[in-house]
């Protein structure tokens, strides 16, 4: 991802699988009323009539923030404009999670690199405290899948509510061709911006969400057949993006899994 404008983050949850994907959109809700700084916020601020919020990075701190309410099934939208210029060593996170031992969390890291050169986006997905599910991309959409597989013994995230984080930090020892690449402080504060958070979601209640939530009905919107898979021109589009900009894939390590590969990867992803 080369680009500096403004581009929606989607996260999607339906009882049949789960969806990330980059967009362009224009979505509208206000950050007074939906989100927090829960850390580092003494340097980021929200502005605009609570429409638009910046989180900074600087030598003191990075920032971050959560949304006040947790959610279950549905789609988590914001319109996010990465640090642009020399990023090397940042790294933007927007995810989702639950909290404890055997949380669940779905993410999307964005991580930075030296000036010109295009941002790798890192997914992951845990799964009742377990992760080890990374993807690398550069670029396009959608960007991922993971099927609902849960009745054949495939774990999937859908019995715990997820709280709406993101953050700016400073992962140099990381995050930049493997810590190569150091943050350059002169051209600190590094600053991303966020526009229009938007969760059409289904709101975490406690354990009973978990059947209100997946109940079929046109208000649970993610019920809908449609939501089952991709529809075949999406599913063009995600074998393109595999095919062409698919940078690491679990399912494809052998090595790091001793050839005990985790189930799903014998299963179709989208």
């Not at 640090?83 to 909290?99: E, F, I, K, M, R």
């Not at 600053?191 to 939530?213: E, H, L, M, T």
Request: aromatic fraction near 16%; include cysteine; charge should be neutral.
């Amino acid at each position: 991802m080369a680009s500096f404008s403004y581009s929606s983050i989607l996260v999607a949850l339906s009882v049949f699988a789960l969806a990330l994907a980059l967009r362009p959109a224009s979505v509208d809700a206000n950050f007074y009323e939906s989100i927090y700084f829960n850390w580092g916020g003494q340097q980021s601020a929200i502005s605009g009539n609570g429409e638009d919020l910046n989180l900074v990075l600087d030598k003191t701190s990075g920032s971050g923030i959560q949304s006040y309410q947790a959610f279950l099934f549905g789609s988590i939208e914001m319109l996010v404009k990465l640090v642009p210029g020399n990023s090397a060593g940042t790294v933007t996170a927007y995810y989702v999670s639950s909290t404890g031992d055997r949380h669940d969390e779905i993410d999307f890291e964005f991580l930075g690199n030296v000036s010109g050169q295009p941002y790798i986006i890192h997914t992951n997905v845990f799964v009742q405290g377990n992760g080890s599910r990374e993807q690398w991309y550069v670029d396009s959409v959608p960007i991922r899948v993971y099927r609902n597989y849960e009745s054949q013994g495939v774990p999937f995230p859908n019995k715990q509510g997820m709280t709406v984080y993101s953050s700016l930090w400073n992962a140099d020892n990381w995050a930049t061709r493997g810590g190569l690449e150091k943050i350059d402080w002169n051209s600190a504060p590094f600053v991303a911006k966020y526009r229009d958070f938007r969760a059409r979601a289904c709101r975490w209640n406690g354990p009973s969400s978990i059947n209100q939530c997946a109940v079929n009905s046109p208000a649970n919107w993610w019920t809908s057949p449609e939501y089952k898979q991709l529809s075949y021109a999406k599913q063009g589009q995600m074998k393109w993006v595999r095919d062409n900009y698919m940078m690491y894939d679990y399912c494809r390590d052998y090595k790091r899994f001793n050839g005990n590969m985790p189930p799903e990867c014998f299963k179709p992803q989208f």
